[in-house]
């Protein structure tokens, strides 16, 4: 990801093009020959196989995850001097999303999964709470049965990031499906990644869908009816069309990163200074799609430096806690289990095409620097 020529990168793009390279070639030819450009067939099929993929009535394509957040949360009715419960160890859109609607937002700390803690939930509520956005991290879904019910009681909206777990489920329910809106990102490193930057919202509100595709289009109903002002955030046609290629391949590339998490929490079972995820359960409440594959890890950053010059290329996504940058103004918000993952997570390398051979140099790899070798 940094240009270093690693033996085992976090994420091998390339291999995955090549495997499909005849029919993302051909779907872009298709439609630049066409000039099937803007909001065209490519993109209506995508929103459908989505919405049928997660059992909702409406997907729509925009620009990026953090659109489609900022979308959700608009179409909410989230507005200025509202309040919207989140949590601080996410991905920073999580939150920015929220102070783009002129809300604040209310960070409560993470559980052991690190996903939103439910019983943080009730006492973080006040008067101007409006929304919790919750976050199906590391393709995990969150535990949805307290929180919905927190929400009805309490009548707020919940919104769901859902960025990192398309495919997770929850008692057999599709991440995304659970609340108001889902929203997706469709970065080239997601399970299923486009060659840029892409994303979607769903929803079964209807009055939510048609918002969102004003939304993303400058708020024009027709070409010369403008209802409301919006924004430019189309999912461009060529980014669906290679999505569309790609989706039919989700469910097998999920059960490979499930696979390869198996392989990941037996091979470092006896390591005692590192806690893995949960091993993928097909009885249990979860339904686990391993986006990313996190260890937490003592001594993290030197096992960090340590695999790095093994050829092993591994993420540490957020060494600083959000709530703790300066220029936030968020540091009021006491979370020492949050800030405590920030400096001891790290994600190993976990996508469809690394081979077994190649997840046991990484666990050989870590337990050679845990054990002196």
């Known amino acids: 990801m940094n240009g270093m020529n690693y033996k085992e990168p976090f994420v091998n793009y390339s291999r995955q093009y090549k495997n499909l390279e005849r029919e993302i070639d051909a779907a872009i030819k298709k439609l630049l020959s066409e000039v099937q450009l803007i909001l065209r067939e490519d993109v209506e099929r995508f929103e459908k196989n989505l919405a049928e993929f997660l059992g909702v009535k409406y997907a729509v394509g925009v620009n990026s995850g953090t ?7 608009r179409a909410a009715g989230i507005t200025r001097g509202d309040e919207v419960i989140t949590v601080s160890h996410t991905f920073f859109a999580s939150i920015e999303a929220i102070w783009h609607n002129g809300a604040a937002p209310v960070l409560i700390e993470a559980g052991e999964d690190f996903l939103m803690d439910p019983a943080r939930i009730e ?13 199906h991290l590391n393709g995990r879904a969150c535990e949805m049965d307290t929180i919905m019910e ?4 309490r009548k707020l909206l919940v919104i769901e990031d859902a960025a990192q777990s398309l495919g997770a489920m929850y008692r057999n329910k599709k991440a ?47 070409k010369t009816e403008i209802v409301t002002y919006g924004f430019t955030s189309r999912l461009h046609n060529i980014q669906a069309a290679i999505l569309n290629v790609k989706f039919p391949h989700v469910a097998e590339w999920i059960e490979r990163r499930r696979d390869i998490a198996v392989l990941y929490e037996k091979g470092l079972a006896e390591v005692s200074d590192i806690k893995t995820p949960p091993a993928p359960t097909t009885d249990g409440p979860y339904f686990d799609v391993f986006q990313n594959y996190v260890l937490k890890a003592k001594r993290r950053n030197e096992l960090f430096e340590f695999l790095k010059e093994k050829g092993v290329e ?18 009021h918000f006491l979370l020492p289990y949050t800030e405590q993952l920030a400096e001891e997570v790290i994600s190993l390398p976990c996508y469809p095409e690394l081979t077994d051979e190649q997840a046991q140099w990484v666990v050989s790899s870590i337990k050679d620097f845990y054990h002196g070798v």
């Open 123 to 135: 006492e973080a509520i006040t008067e101007r709470t409006k929304a919790i956005l919750l976050v």
């Open 67 to 73: 659109d489609a957040l900022i979308f959700a949360l």
């Open 150 to 153: 927190i929400a009805e009681r």
């Open 314 to 331: 591994t993420l540490i996504k957020d060494p600083v806690a959000n709530h703790k940058h300066p220029g936030l103004g968020l540091d």
């Open 176 to 222: 995304g499906s659970f609340g108001f809106a889902g929203c997706f990102s469709f970065y080239p490193a997601k399970i299923l990644g486009a060659a840029g930057d892409g994303g979607a919202v769903s929803t079964n509100d209807e009055k939510a869908a048609e918002q969102i595709r004003l939304f993303r289009s400058h708020g024009q109903k027709t």
